[in-house]
């Protein structure tokens, strides 16, 4: 029995942890903030990518093709970016298509934000960057 009520304590800090976590993560990323983004998935981004935060967490960026906004939330601990919506043109070039599809399914899959060496890396539930911003100046 008390190894079970240790359990429980344990798991309920935990998420503990991870909500204050989420909620943090949120707060980094605050209306008029403006980023570059520098890396998705560990691989650097092609230029011109971007993330901006706009009123009421909306987000709104250029990905390595297309335009793109979507709605950033925190629910549970968690950061998300969800509704997102992107315009449909075809990339010339195969390397920024295959930036395009990897850049979508990445900003799909963030819980968490975090301060790194040159800004802000958004992460995936296992704690994988998994987009790397860098601030722009005045955002």
Known sequence: MLSRTLAVLAA????AACQDAGERSVSMLRPGSSFTVARIDGTPAPAGVTLDVGESGRV????PC???SGQLTQSGGAMTVSGTVMTRMACAEPDRMM???RFGMALGSITAARRSAD??????PEGRERIGLIPNAGG
């Open 99 to 101: 930036a395009e599809t």
């Open 66 to 68: 297309n335009r793109y």
């Open 60 to 63: 709104t960026g250029r990905a």
């Open 119 to 124: 800004g802000i890396a958004l992460i995936d």
């Open 12 to 15: 309920t800090a935990s998420l």
